[in-house]
């Protein structure tokens, strides 16, 4: 895309509204698409989640994405590697690819904003899985393994 100077600059990307309504539950809450990876050309997609009870995924490696979560209601601890953080809303923590990561929302309700960089295939993913039930733990781990990530652990307790 030209940028008026002759140089090539990369594209706007908008939260478009109409994304809002791919939603769909998974696990534990609710996920609405907000930036697709096709709308930057597989640089990142993210989702704005939230979570009607406690609890998250298993502990987990993406071998190609690195994770980025934004708390924006709520409260989540979040494991990185052998680290645990405690996250409240405006609190934003990085999972890079290849370490060990998982969260857990600790209140009631909670909602976060998780993007992944580059997007992979994690679109698929999550639309796979929200139609898996129930979503064993056997399930979810193969599911994950199809979209180069890897279960090595439980959830957070």
């Known amino acids: 895309m030209q940028d008026g100077t002759g140089s090539t600059a990369p594209p706007v990307v908008r939260v478009d509204t109409a994304m809002g309504g791919h939603s769909f539950g998974f696990l534990n809450g609710m996920f609405h698409l907000k930036v697709s990876g096709a709308s930057t050309q597989g640089g ?4 704005d989640t939230v979570r ?7 502990m987990h490696i993406h071998a190609a994405q690195d994770e980025w979560f934004l708390v ?4 989540f601890q979040i494991k990185v590697g052998d680290v645990l953080h405690h996250l409240m809303p405006g609190d934003s923590l990085l999972a890079p690819r290849g370490i060990p990561h998982a969260f857990r929302n600790t209140t009631r ?7 992944f960089q580059p997007a992979g295939t994690m679109e698929d993913f999550f639309a796979e899985g929200s139609k898996l039930s129930p979503l064993t733990p056997a399930a979810f781990a ?3 393994a199809q979209h180069g990530m890897r279960v090595v652990g439980p959830p957070l307790a």
Do not use: D, K, Q
């Open 52 to 58: 009607s009870e406690t609890g998250g995924p298993p």
């Open 44 to 47: 990142l997609c993210i989702y």
């Open 109 to 115: 309700t909670g909602r976060i904003m998780v993007a």
């Open 142 to 144: 193969e599911l994950s």
């Open 72 to 75: 924006t209601e709520g409260e």
